[in-house]
C-alpha cells in the first residue's frame, strides 16, 4: 500500500512540475540548436527565475508568464528590467512585491494583461506603464496603494479593465483617468476615498460598469457623472452616503440597468432622481420607498410592499421621505450650507 502511494505521489510531481519545466526550456532549446532560434515563436530560452513560460496557442499570438504557480504564490520581493525580446502579452505577478522600478516593463510593448494583484506595492512611479500601450487589462487590486500619481496612467490608452480595489486611496488626481477613453470598467472599491473631483470621470465616455463601494463618500455630486452616458451598472453599497444631489443620474438615466445603495445613510435625495431611471432592471437598497419610485423593475429590494403604507412611505430611519416637514427643513439648511461655502469660496455675497 505505502509503495502504491509513493507512486502515485511521484506520477503527480512529473505532471505538475517537471513536465511544464522541461516543455518551457527543451523546446526552446531544440529549435536553438536547430538555427531557428526564438524567432520561430517558441519560448524564450530562459525564463524568469521563479516563473513558467506558456507557449501560444496560435503562431501569431505572445507567450504567456506566469510567476505565481496555480497552486501557492511566491515570495518574489523584487523584480528586475525583463530583457528577452521575445513578445509576452500576459503577465502574472502575484507574489509579495513592494516596489517596482521604473523601467521595469519598458520592454514589453507586446502585453496586453498585466496582473500585479495581492502584492505589497505602496506606490507607483509615474512613467511606470508608459511603453505598455498595448495593454488592456491591468490588476492592481489588494495591494497597498495610497495615493495614484496624476499621469500614471497617460499612455494605457487601449486599457479597458482596471483593477485598483483593495487599496489605501484616499484621493483621486482630478485628471489620472482622462486618457482612459477606451475603459469600460473600473473597480475603486474598497478603497478610502471620501470625495469624487468634479471632472474625473469626465473622459470615461465607454465606461459601462463603476464600482465605489465600501469608501467614505457621503455626497454625490450633481454633475460628478456627467459625461458617464454608456453606463449600465453602478455599485455605491456601503459608503456614508446622505445625499444624492439633483440630477447626479441623469446622464445615464436612459442606460443604467444595475444600481446598488444599500449599507448608506441616505437622507437627502429628490424623487425624480429614481423616477428617470427608465432602464433599470436591478437596485438594491435600504430603503423601500425607492423601489416605488423606480416602478415595476426585474429585482428591487427591499420590497415596496415589505415596509409598506398607503402612500408608500417607510419608517425614516429606513428613508425618509421628502415632503416630511422636518427632513424638507433639513435639507433646505444644507443646500443653504453648501451655498454659503460656495459663496465664500468665490468671494460673492
Known amino acids: 500500500m505505502f509503495i502504491l502511494r509513493g507512486i502515485i505521489l511521484l506520477y503527480c510531481i512529473v505532471i505538475l512540475v517537471v513536465l511544464p519545466c522541461y516543455r518551457c526550456f527543451s523546446d526552446s532549446d531544440s529549435d536553438t540548436e536547430s538555427g531557428s532560434g526564438s524567432s520561430s515563436g517558441t519560448l524564450p530560452a530562459e525564463c524568469p527565475t521563479g516563473c513558467s513560460c506558456v507557449e501560444p496557442r496560435r503562431s501569431t499570438d505572445g507567450h504567456r508568464v506566469e510567476c505565481r504557480p496555480p497552486w501557492s504564490i511566491n515570495n518574489i520581493a523584487t523584480i528586475n528590467e525583463y530583457n528577452n525580446h521575445v513578445p509576452i502579452t500576459e503577465l502574472d505577478l502575484r507574489n509579495r512585491i513592494s516596489t517596482l522600478p521604473a523601467n521595469v516593463f519598458d520592454r514589453l510593448t507586446a502585453l496586453t494583461t498585466l496582473d500585479l494583484r495581492y502584492n505589497q506595492i505602496s506606490t507607483l512611479s509615474a512613467n511606470v506603464f508608459d511603453r505598455l500601450t498595448a495593454l488592456t487589462t491591468l490588476y492592481l487590486r489588494s495591494n497597498n496603494i495610497s495615493t495614484l500619481p496624476a499621469n500614471v496612467f497617460d499612455k494605457l490608452t487601449a486599457l479597458k479593465t482596471l483593477d485598483l480595489q483593495t487599496n489605501q486611496i484616499s484621493t483621486l488626481p482630478a485628471n489620472v483617468f482622462d486618457r482612459l477613453t477606451a475603459l469600460t470598467t473600473l473597480y475603486l472599491s474598497s478603497n478610502k476615498i471620501s470625495t469624487l473631483p468634479a471632472n474625473v470621470f469626465d473622459r470615461l465616455t465607454a465606461l459601462t460598469r463603476l464600482s465605489l463601494s465600501w469608501n467614505q463618500i457621503s455626497t454625490l455630486p450633481a454633475n460628478v457623472f456627467d459625461r458617464l452616458t454608456a453606463l449600465t451598472g453602478l455599485y455605491l453599497e456601503n459608503n456614508a452616503i446622505t445625499t444624492i444631489e439633483p440630477d447626479a443620474f441623469s446622464s445615464f438615466a436612459s442606460s443604467l440597468k444595475r444600481l446598488w445603495l444599500d ?53 425614516r430611519h429606513l428613508c425618509p421621505v421628502r415632503n416630511d416637514r422636518e427632513i424638507s427643513t433639513e435639507y433646505e439648511m444644507y443646500k443653504n450650507e453648501k451655498k454659503a461655502r460656495v459663496d465664500d469660496a468665490t468671494g460673492s455675497g
Open 263 to 315: 449599507g448608506n445613510r441616505l437622507l437627502f435625495y429628490e424623487d425624480k432622481t429614481f423616477e428617470e431611471l427608465t432602464s433599470l432592471t436591478y437596485l438594491q437598497s435600504d430603503c423601500s420607498r425607492l423601489c416605488c419610485l423606480v416602478g415595476d423593475i426585474d429585482y428591487c429590494q427591499p420590497r415596496c410592499e415589505d415596509v409598506h403604507t398607503r402612500d408608500c412611505v417607510t419608517s
